[in-house]
């Protein structure tokens, strides 16, 4: 296919990428022909996922939304994907916000996006390498370590085996902030048996590049360590502090589960 010209040369478009196939299940436009039919795929035999996405989203609008009210200024969305409506940095006027994703088109777009706007920063970098992250320049000459930092990591860690030990990347993260920092985790899992079309749908991911671990919600407690979860715990998406005219999936049905755990 013809390359866009929003499209970094480096980019392959003959490979689903998980922030594009994202961007296209919420009705994005930055995907190529790859996303959008590994996605079809997804949502031919589960139409559901892209209501479930939205619910994800809002969660992350909603848990932001939260720690800043509680005086949380700093922010490091980790896998931030493709910039969509209701950006960290949107929820935090006067905050300080630094975005990483290792997908080249989420790169270019958030720089672009906000190559006006103080208080934020973008990192081309991979979540799984915490020490690594937070050693860029635009990490370190935007943050401030001595204060609370709220590390997002909203439906990535589901692309994170057990072998590369993800319980250990979200502690690397927590460990260098300032007591007081919390950690946003939303997950893919669930505590049933999969139905029939989650099956199908979880088996498409497992043929694919990026293949999707579901984990139940006492594995992604696990994950948080020995944080101090916040009320309502760690729940579905839907349920962690809900508000009126939020997304929430079709029927109240949930995949995945979500949590904001503090630093004491």
Not at 15 to 39: E, I, K, Q, T
């Amino acid at each position: 296919m013809e390359r866009p010209s929003w499209a970094p040369a480096d980019v392959d478009l003959d490979r689903p990428s998980v922030a594009r196939v994202y961007d296209y299940y919420l009705g994005g436009s930055h995907n190529f022909a790859a996303d959008r039919a590994f996605a079809e795929q997804i949502l031919k035999v589960m139409p559901a996922v892209a209501a479930l996405t939205r619910s994800n989203r809002a969660f992350l609008r909603r848990a932001v939304s939260v720690l800043a009210a509680q005086g949380v200024r700093q922010f490091i969305d980790l896998g931030s994907g493709i910039p969509t409506v209701g950006n960290v940095h949107e929820l935090v006027p006067g905050g300080k916000v630094v975005y990483v994703d290792h997908d080249p088109v989420a790169v270019a777009h958030s720089r672009a996006i906000l190559a006006d706007v103080p208080g934020t920063a973008v990192v081309a970098a991979d979540l799984r390498a915490p020490a690594d992250v937070l050693a860029t320049p635009q990490v370190q000459e935007l943050l401030d370590f001595s204060e609370p930092i709220a590390f997002v990591l909203a439906a990535v860690l589901h692309f994170v085996p057990d072998e590369e030990r993800p319980a250990d990347i979200v502690g690397g993260y927590a460990a260098a902030g300032a007591p007081g920092s919390y950690v946003v985790l939303s997950h893919a899992g669930l505590d049933r048996p999969l139905t029939p079309a989650e099956d199908e749908a979880w088996e498409i991911y497992r043929k694919s590049p990026t293949p999707l671990i579901l984990r139940s919600r006492d594995e992604v407690a696990r994950l948080l360590g020995d944080l101090t979860v916040l009320e309502p715990g760690v729940v579905a998406t839907h349920e962690w502090r809900p508000v009126p005219d939020d997304e929430t999936p079709p029927d109240g049905n949930a995949i995945g589960s979500a949590a904001v755990a503090r630093k004491d």
